[in-house]
Every structure is written in structure tokens, then in C-alpha cells.
């Protein structure tokens, strides 16, 4: 591979660095894409904390780092910050596609606005997950169930409660991660989580999740305009 695609993915913590790192990476190098994830840094922390006063830091520092290559984010949507671009127009829609677009958009302006100099326009694809990493882990209700150890009921009764699994929402009661740990007071989403998630496979994932798959598109249309991006 002579030229690959080169992306830094800035991520909100370890769950999400390790899916990147040991799902996602595999797939895109197939592709000719390289992308490496970092946690978003505070000093004296890692992970958690999703302010856009924070993450912007980040997304600087790796905007100006390498102008030929690209920047991508992922952090869950429950939990962001007021501060973050977006947010208060997002959390007044019910329809999930909506309220990532508008967050994905307005998150891409306000980098365009902040540094025009490096190319943010062409360089730069948020991904704001709804509403979270696990809700990915409900693409597959057999293979979720199995690895809690749960009846596939359960599982079953959330998904026809919210339609799909974008669909569940961001209460601190009802988020998919609550809803998992209702399912499974052991589950752990940097192993158990991850495990699921490979189990399920990313075609599955990306056939229930349309968010993501929208961005995993954006992702892989990178491989087209190479070398152009400046």
C-alpha cells in the first residue's frame, strides 16, 4: 500500500479507542485507510468529560499536526455538554437522524469558523454516535442475548419499544448503556462490549445503524479524494 488514507480519530474514551483500534481498523486498512484512535486529553485526564472547550484542543492540534491527512470523531451524544455546537437546537428534535445531523453540522462549522487555514472543510467528518457506542450492541438481538446470558426477549421488548438501535434514547435510566446494565449487572463495555460487537460484525451494525454507517461511508469515500485535500 503505497498511499494510504491517513486519519486520526479522536474518541472519547477507552471503548471507543479499543473498536476503532481492533474492529474498525482491520476492515478500513482493507480499503487503504490507516486511521489510529486517540482519547481526547485534559491534562491529568482521559476519557469522559465531553465539553467542546475540551475536545477543541484536540481537534487543533491535529488539524495543524499533518495537512495531508484527515481528522474524525467520535464521542456519544449522551452526556455531551451544553457548550457543544449544536447541542441545544438537537436535544429539542425526537428524531435521531435529525438531531445528528444538526450536531454533526454544526460541529463542522464551528471547526470551519475556528481554523479555515487548514482545510477543516475537506479534512474534518464529526461523528456525534446517538446515542451512544452501546446502542450499537442491539444491531443483533440473538448475539446480545447470548453474550449477557439473558433471554433474547428482553432484548427484543427494548428493540420494539424504540424502533431500532439509534432509536434509544439518552435518558440516565433508559440509555443503552442502562439498559444493558438492567440486563446484566456484569456487563463490562470494554470487554463484554467489544466482544459483542465483533461478534455481530460490522455488516450487521452498519445494516441497523444508519447513523453510523452514514459516517463509516464518509469514512471510506475518503479513498477517492486523496491527495487533493489541500
Known amino acids: 500500500m503505497s498511499n494510504p488514507v491517513i486519519i ?8 471507543e479507542q479499543i473498536f476503532i483500534r481492533d474492529i474498525l481498523a482491520s476492515y478500513l486498512w482493507q ?8 482519547i481526547v486529553t485534559k491534562p491529568g485526564q482521559k476519557g469522559g468529560d465531553v465539553k467542546f472547550s475540551r475536545v477543541k484542543n484536540d481537534i487543533e492540534k491535529h488539524l495543524k499536526q499533518r495537512q ?46 475556528l ?20 446502542a450499537l450492541l442491539f444491531s443483533n438481538s440473538t448475539i446480545l442475548a ?15 419499544e424504540c424502533g ?30 467489544i466482544a459483542i460487537a465483533k461478534e455481530i460484525g460490522l455488516p450487521t451494525i452498519r445494516e ?7 459516517w463509516l461511508t464518509k469514512i471510506e469515500q ?3 479524494t486523496r491527495g487533493i485535500i489541500q
Open 31 to 38: 480499503k487503504e485507510i490507516f486511521i489510529k484512535p486517540i
Open 208 to 214: 441497523k445503524c444508519p447513523i453510523f454507517n452514514e
Open 115 to 134: 481554523w479555515p487555514r487548514y482545510n477543516p472543510s475537506r479534512r474534518f467528518i464529526p461523528y456525534i454516535a446517538m446515542h451512544e457506542f452501546e
Open 222 to 224: 475518503l479513498v477517492c
Open 164 to 193: 431500532e438501535p439509534e432509536n434509544i434514547d439518552d435518558s440516565p435510566q433508559t440509555a443503552p448503556s442502562k439498559r444493558l446494565e438492567s440486563l446484566s449487572p456484569q456487563f463490562k463495555k470494554t470487554t463484554t462490549g
Open 8 to 15: 486520526t480519530a479522536i474518541v472519547e474514551g477507552l471503548t
Open 68 to 113: 495531508d491527512t484527515y481528522l474524525t470523531l467520535f464521542v456519544d451524544y449522551y452526556g455531551i455538554k451544553q457548550d457543544w455546537p449544536g447541542v441545544s437546537d438537537a436535544k429539542n428534535m425526537n428524531n435521531p437522524k435529525e438531531k445528528a445531523a444538526r450536531i454533526n453540522q454544526a460541529t463542522a462549522q464551528k471547526v470551519e469558523d
Open 146 to 160: 447470548q453474550k449477557l446470558k439473558v433471554r433474547k426477549s428482553n432484548v427484543d421488548l427494548i428493540l420494539d
